[in-house]
């Protein structure tokens, strides 16, 4: 709406003088030339199904009739937005023969051509100018809404490329447990099938084995959601995996590196059952790790709270680097993705943010295992 505005200006200020003179002479000459106006007002809509041919033929009406100027200067800016040289050129000498005849047409106008010709040439130049501004800012918009949605799409795809091999990472730390578990359950329900003459009391006591045996199978599923393996290799028993109890020396090692580890007050690590302390000890290594990559020069702090009533709660934080402060806490990296996702599994939750101290804080909430 605001182009229609901007053209009906335009031809109203170059029709202003001329009009009044028609009116008193040349009736006529007057409502032809609003005709005229009226109709490359109508043909301007079409800039930009047929930007070429608009232009030219609202140029060449723009020869004979100044209300045609508005609609004639829009669709030469229009057609520029392509940036073709081989359309702009033609249409541009057009449009300035236009301007000469339509000034040599003006009954009210004697300025000299030595300032007319530079005059029309500076309006087609700016005309041109400006579409050629607007067409360029268009393909950079349209590039950047590109990458944008290209750069959504990856970040997507390696969140999710993250999460399935945080999923895998923690079906193969579970492998030797489960083998394990069923192993015995296998070896004792045979026996159950095939001896004979067992007395009551042997039954139950087989019974039993297979009974726990099973249940602490299934609490070690539950952990597992739905992990679909691709590589045969990925079923592979891996070593012994970390515990709580693996945490001095997690920290041992981080010192070593040259990072400056401090624990807070906390809980005894030896009460740590062994399927909650692989988790803890997995969100002490990725924080100490985002600490080494952000700010590998400050004090970490790491804090071990709770127990068998209030699950454990695992405080992870660091002052900014100077450049950093009051700034905005960065968004998840994927080993942050993988580390809430590994949180989740275990039916907690984990998060991430900024301190009013200026701290990177780190927080990841455990449910103690019944």
């Known amino acids: 709406m605001w182009r229609y505005a901007v053209v009906l200006m335009i031809s109203g200020l170059s029709w202003f003088e ?11 000459w007057f409502w032809s030339d609003l005709a005229l106006g009226c109709v490359a007002l109508v043909l301007v809509g079409w800039r930009r199904r047929y930007p070429v041919a608009t232009a030219a033929l609202l140029n060449t009406i723009a020869a004979g009739s100044w209300a045609a100027a508005g609609p004639a200067t829009l669709a030469l800016a229009s057609m520029a937005t392509r940036r073709r ?6 249409v541009g000498l057009l449009s300035l023969a236009g301007g000469l005849v339509i000034e040599g047409l003006n009954p009210v106008s004697d300025e000299d051509p030595g300032f007319t010709i530079p005059l029309i040439l500076l309006i087609i130049a700016v005309t041109v100018g400006w579409g050629m ?3 360029s800012r268009r393909e950079l918009l349209a590039t950047l809404r590109e990458r944008a949605e290209t750069a959504e799409t990856e970040q997507h795809a390696r969140v999710a490329q993250a999460r399935a091999a945080e999923r895998s990472r923690i079906a193969r730390e579970m492998h030797d447990v489960l083998a394990h578990r069923i192993s015995l359950v296998t070896m004792h329900a045979g026996a159950l099938a095939y001896r004979e003459g067992l007395t009551d009391e042997q039954v139950r006591v087989t019974a039993g084995i297979i009974q726990d045996n099973s249940h602490r199978a299934m609490v070690e599923l539950r952990e597992v959601l739905g992990i679909l393996r691709d ?14 109890k693996d945490l001095p020396d997690l920290m041992t090692e981080a010192r070593a ?3 400056r580890v401090e624990d807070g007050p ?9 399927r909650l302390g692989r988790t803890v000890y997995r969100v002490v290594q990725e924080a ?17 709270t709770g127990g068998p009533d209030d699950g454990i709660r695992v405080e992870v934080r660091n002052p900014l680097r100077l450049g950093d402060r009051h700034s905005r806490p960065p968004r998840s990296g994927l080993g942050l993705v993988g580390l809430a ?3 989740e599994l275990a039916g907690g939750r984990l998060n991430h943010h900024i301190s009013p101290s200026d701290e990177f804080v780190l927080v990841a909430w455990l449910p103690w295992p019944t």
Not at 18 to 28: F, M, V
Not at 231 to 244: I, L, N, W
Not at 266 to 274: A, H, K, M, R, V
């Open 288 to 304: 100490l790790t985002n600490a080494r990559k952000h700010a590998a020069d400050t004090l970490v702090t790491v804090t071990l």
């Open 266 to 274: 906390g809980i005894s690590l030896d009460e740590i059952p062994e």
């Open 133 to 135: 501004y607007i067409g």
């Open 231 to 244: 590589d045969p290799g990925d079923s592979a028993p891996e070593r012994p995996q970390p515990s709580a």
């Open 341 to 343: 996702e590994r949180a």
């Open 257 to 259: 590196s040259g990072m």
């Open 85 to 90: 040289w081989r359309e702009i050129i033609p």
């Open 18 to 28: 001329t009009a009044q003179w028609q009116w008193d002479h040349l009736r006529w």
